[in-house]
């Protein structure tokens, strides 16, 4: 009797899942589209956790200049590499990486000649310049990439790509020393990740938020002092400088007019720390920073180097984000939920 022979072909997954944004202003897509192949010097990452960080407003609405419709939002990636493109010897398929904000740069402009890749002229963002996390696979060039140690998981690494650098690399560029006064402006995505950052730092943390239900988190996540700043006995100024005077504020909530209400409540030296993005001036007068020679500074993230020194720190210190898990499909209630301010306190979207 003749056997017949069947060839058991696997069935090779092509498509994939996408959750783009279609045209400037409109409502997240779910659609299929084919996996992409990485070019030279890219590789392909099989996307774990990608985060939904405030930033991604810039996508969604336009308010980045150049941006390409459709896109696909994203820059706290957390993947496998899947695909390595021509060229890539540094990496390799299945290790464990990331992308957050410093999507990769020219290499060519006299910031990249400087080696100062941070403030490259033509910085590439994932998820702005090219489709980021908020699908299964993404490609990336090896600029981007960030390697995470093995005892973080995908969703608490994610957020610390753009939310943990941010906080982390400006108050350690702030000049503030272990046991400055150091105030973290603000108890949300950022707030809470920049008071554990401090506090494991070796500062005096002052947490000033909105209202008293707050205290109780904020000295959970390490600050020694709570300053309530719709309180009416005092100013949050005039704690500060009831405490000596900050030596760094870490302005973390995106507020102009509470950023500048709190320039009084610096010590000598002291420093405003801006990383909390808005539209509207702050505003101080010269005599303000004249006296006590005052800095208003701001800061933008940092580059894959400064990702795997935070990561690192995380894992040595056990600083990690507070997250709020949703499926990919459910990206728009994931999307309303960072935008309302009410999540605790970093949204992650899970392939
Ligand atoms: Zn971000
Ligand atoms: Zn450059």
Not at 200 to 210: L, P
Request: glycine share 12%; with cysteine; aromatic share 6%.
């Amino acid at each position: 009797m003749a056997t017949s022979r069947i060839a058991v072909v696997p069935m090779k997954v092509t498509q994939m899942k996408v959750a783009q944004v279609p045209k400037v202003g409109a409502d997240f897509q779910i659609v299929e589209r084919e996996i992409p192949k990485p070019g030279v010097g890219q590789v392909r990452i099989k996307v774990q956790a990608c985060g939904v960080c405030h930033s991604d407003v810039l996508t969604k609405e336009g308010a980045w200049p150049g941006i390409q419709y459709p896109r696909v939002p994203g820059h706290e990636v957390a993947g496998i590499i899947d695909e390595v493109g021509a060229g890539v010897s540094a990496w390799k398929e299945g290790q464990r990486v990331g992308v957050g904000w410093h999507g990769g740069q020219d290499n060519t402009c006299r910031e990249c000649r400087r080696g100062d890749f941070r403030n490259c002229r033509n910085l590439k963002i994932a998820g702005i310049s090219y489709d980021g996390g908020y699908q299964q696979y993404m490609v990336a060039p090896v600029e981007a990439l960030v390697a995470i140690p093995e005892s973080l998981s995908d969703v608490e690494a994610a957020p610390l790509l753009c939310a943990g650098i941010t906080t982390y690399n400006a108050l350690r560029h702030s000049g503030a020393l272990p046991g400055d006064l150091v105030a973290v402006q603000g108890i949300g995505g950022l707030g809470h990740l920049g008071i554990q950052f401090a506090n494991k730092f070796g500062y005096q943390v002052a947490a000033i938020g909105r209202g008293s239900e707050n205290a109780a988190l904020a000295k959970k996540l390490g600050a020694s002092v709570y300053i309530d700043s719709t309180s009416t006995t005092a100013t949050a100024a005039e704690a500060l400088q009831k405490l000596g005077g900050a030596r760094v504020i870490l302005a973390t909530a995106p507020s102009s007019k509470a950023m500048s209400a709190l320039i009084d409540g610096l010590g000598p030296n002291g420093k405003l720390m801006v990383i909390g993005a808005t539209f509207d001036p702050i505003e101080v007068t010269p005599v303000q920073l004249i006296s006590g020679s005052l800095t208003i500074q701001g800061w933008v993230a940092g580059t894959p180097a400064d990702s795997e020194d935070t990561l690192r720190f995380a894992e040595l210190t056990g600083v990690r984000p507070m997250i709020e898990t949703y499926p990919l499909e459910r990206v728009a209630e994931a999307y309303a939920r960072m935008m309302s301010g009410k999540a605790q306190f970093r949204v992650v979207l899970t392939m």
